[in-house]
């Protein structure tokens, strides 16, 4: 219930849309373990919606709710691990993350994750598995799978 109730206040609907009320009721669900409220209230002390920028505090939500098998907050705390922010830099840990996110079908995760094999980023380098990652992505709509695959000069994925 509680997390409804905090939709209801990100989103304005039935309600003046306050971002505050929504990140104290989506921290109260987040708290009671629903993998969907600990993303949201992450993202929101991510970016500072509703609350001050805490990227401490994200980075814990997110992994709490990757744990819980989010696959959006497996990218996001993968992210985070690879590129240093809010956590202490870490590849083989974001490499974990992103390779779960890529398999739960997360088109983010796959793409970042791609990017990581292209360059040897936290694996060894391996540009077949980067090209088999960004045409995942890529037929899930990510765009920017899909101009990598171009300017690799590959065909474009199948979107249909």
């Known amino acids: 219930m509680q997390y409804y ?21 989506y921290e109260r669900s987040a708290v009671q373990g629903l993998h969907f409220a600990q993303y949201r209230f992450a993202e929101m002390c991510y970016y500072g919606e509703g609350v001050r920028v ?56 796959q793409y970042i994750l791609g990017w990581m094999h292209e360059g040897g980023e936290g694996v060894t380098r391996n540009v077949p598995k980067a090209i088999e990652l ?12 899909a101009k990598r695959l171009l300017d690799l000069g590959l065909p474009p994925a199948d979107t249909s």
Do not use: H
Not at 55 to 83: H, P, Q, V
């Open 5 to 25: 109730v905090a939709q209801a206040y990100d989103q304005g609907t039935r309600t003046p849309r306050d971002l505050a009320a929504a990140a104290n009721w």
């Open 54 to 109: 805490d990227k401490g505090l994200a980075a814990k939500w997110f992994e709490r709710a990757a744990y819980s098998g989010n696959a959006k907050a497996c990218t996001a705390i993968g992210e985070m691990y690879r590129t240093g922010d809010g956590v202490v830099r870490d590849l083989a840990t974001a490499v974990l993350w992103l390779t779960r996110a890529a398999a739960s079908s997360d088109s983010d995760g």
């Open 134 to 145: 960004y045409y995942l992505a890529a037929e899930d709509g990510q765009e920017d799978a």
